[in-house]
């Protein structure tokens, strides 16, 4: 399930869609327990709610990965509750009209899991073969989906003053990001495409941004959580989004 708490860590991923006997959601839960040590997401959800062990995690996932996603899995200690879950966005309602598996992990926000985000928004990206991804707090996160138009003649314009951002198939490509988050999983393609970096305009953004190890960048906006009750937070995704007006679409893509 996706962060519905304000005391959690979204983290989303976009990816190519899933096909035939395909290993990426082992991958991405491997992945995650590699860069995340003592965590083991070895328990399923029933439909009453219930945590419930899986003796063999592995050969379940395999079984029930359908209808292009795979089943949400947990970990066992609920004071660092991680889960992951992914799901396929279909063609009509994705970017460039191809269809896409989006994978969503939950990571508590606090220090423990704060810490530990950017290695898990990595892993997951890399081992999906990511278009793009984010990690945001849930709050903001919530603050920024509504920049997304809506397409209703008396939507509310997106709050902070923040860009309206075209709606997920109305953007031409799926190496294009569709919003910003606090961290950002931007693969080489996606960096090409928003002309990312430039050393001359990107400086500070590049003080807080690393390379991965496919080559693509993971871009941190504030030191902290993003947090939209702090002005100055909403003034660092102005201005990247003023910088890198592709972003959701608003300038076109050559």
């Known amino acids: 399930m996706p962060a519905t708490q304000e005391n959690e860590l979204a983290l989303i991923v976009y990816a190519p869609a899933l096909v035939g006997d395909d290993g990426r959601p082992l991958d991405v839960v491997h992945g995650m327990e590699r860069v995340l040590p003592g965590v083991h997401l070895g328990w399923m959800v029933s ?25 949400l899995l947990r970990s066992g200690d609920d004071a660092f509750r991680v889960t992951v879950t992914g799901w396929e966005s279909p063609a009509g309602s994705s970017p ?7 994978v969503h992990a939950v990571l508590p926000l606090h220090a423990e899991g704060i810490a530990a985000a ?9 081992n999906v073969r990511a278009f793009w991804g984010h990690a945001t707090p849930f709050r903001a996160g919530v603050e920024i989906a ?7 003649a008396n939507a509310r314009p997106p709050p902070k003053g923040l860009p309206a951002l075209k709606r997920p198939w109305d953007i031409r490509s799926p190496e294009i990001p569709m919003r910003l988050g606090w961290l950002n999983y931007w693969p080489a393609a996606a960096a090409r495409t928003l002309g990312f ?4 305009r990107d400086a500070e953004l590049l003080s807080r941004s690393r390379r991965t190890a496919s ?10 959580p993003l947090d939209l009750d702090d002005p100055t937070h909403v003034e660092e ?8 007006p592709k972003i959701g679409g608003r300038a076109p893509s050559r």
Request: charged share 25%.
């Open 47 to 71: 439909g009453e709610g219930q945590r419930m062990a899986l003796s063999d995690r592995d050969a379940w996932v395999t079984q029930e990965t359908a209808d292009g996603g795979f089943p």
């Open 96 to 102: 460039g009209g191809r269809a896409q598996l989006e």
């Open 118 to 126: 950017g290695a898990v928004l990595e892993s997951i990206g890399e």
């Open 146 to 152: 509504r920049q997304t138009q809506s397409g209703s």
């Open 197 to 200: 970096p430039d050393p001359a």
């Open 215 to 224: 080559g693509g960048w993971l871009v941190q906006l504030t030191e902290m």
């Open 237 to 244: 995704l102005l201005r990247t989004y003023e910088r890198f």
